[in-house]
């Protein structure tokens, strides 16, 4: 629509001012905001793209992407969704907002994301909040046609931290898309990944044409890319955002 901010002028560092209309908290520690642009506007992006928020913190002015958790297609609020990071000001900062104040932001950006679903089997791999930009990629593809094969895996702490929980049950009901979860200490929450990953994609067949979409926070997130693309993924399949 004219006049809207959209995907295509990612890149072009306009400011754009947000304003919380909701929030939402899945756990003590883990929060939505619900934003609508001050101007009215519709925010326009590509599943799995993020904004850049601009953090004021006093002694310093920070900025922070998060990716968009809702979707493009969803004409009200679109979603953030984050945790609380031990010693991160960033994100205690974002925690303190409430129910009508505004704050700027830049984006959309970012090129982690599904426009148009390959004709591939699709595989994501995820950690806790890291859901996020995954979420409306998922649905993005699940609603192209024909909709791809999809797996998830997912990992947290415990099952509170597994988001969106009753959303992805509904789906897997319906669709040709699954998940399964993973509960482990943080510690070993990457191992568990990589197990997985290696179980159902790298010994389990020799079929080598899926295409794999990782995100979460960490060196975890190279070596599960490594992990598939040393077992013979083309390396344009492998995609992932490292936090
Ligand atoms: C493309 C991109 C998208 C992102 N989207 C999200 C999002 O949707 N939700 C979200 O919660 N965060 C997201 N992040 C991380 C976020 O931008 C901040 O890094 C985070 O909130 C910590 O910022 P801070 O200023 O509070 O702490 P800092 O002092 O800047 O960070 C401290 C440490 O926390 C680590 N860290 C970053 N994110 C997390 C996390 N979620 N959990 C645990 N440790 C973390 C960093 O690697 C860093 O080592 C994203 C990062 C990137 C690069």
Not at 27 to 37: I, K, P, V, Y
Request: hydrophobic share 40%; aromatic share 10%; glycine share 8%.
């Amino acid at each position: 629509m004219t006049g809207e901010p959209s995907p295509a002028s990612a890149g072009k560092r306009t400011t754009l001012n947000a304003r919380v209309e909701r929030l939402f908290d899945h756990a003590t520690d883990t929060r939505s905001l619900f934003l609508s642009l001050a101007s009215g506007k519709h925010l326009r992006f590509i599943p799995g793209q993020f904004i850049s928020i601009t953090i004021p913190l006093g002694d310093e002015t920070r900025s922070r992407p998060y990716s968009i958790a809702s979707d493009p297609e969803n004409r009200g609020p679109f979603e953030i969704c984050f945790n609380r990071v031990e010693g991160g000001r960033g994100v205690a900062w974002l925690f303190e907002r409430r129910v009508g104040d505004t704050f700027d932001f830049s984006g959309p950006f970012g090129a982690f994301t599904i426009d148009r679903a390959p004709e591939a089997e699709l595989c994501f791999i995820a950690e806790g909040t890291a859901i996020a930009p995954i979420r409306p990629m998922l649905k993005r593809a699940l609603a192209s046609s024909p909709a791809p094969k999809i797996h998830l895996i997912y990992a947290a702490p415990d099952h509170e931290h597994i988001l969106y929980a009753a959303e992805l049950n509904a789906l897997a009901r319906t669709a040709d898309f699954s998940y399964e979860t993973a509960i482990k200490p943080p510690e070993q929450i990457y191992d568990a990944l990589f197990a997985l990953a290696q179980a159902r994609w790298v010994t389990r067949d020799a079929n080598r044409t899926r295409h794999f979409y990782i995100c979460g926070v960490g060196k975890g997130v190279i070596r599960l890319r490594d992990l598939l693309r040393g077992a013979g993924y083309e390396r344009r399949s492998v995609h992932y955002e490292q936090w």
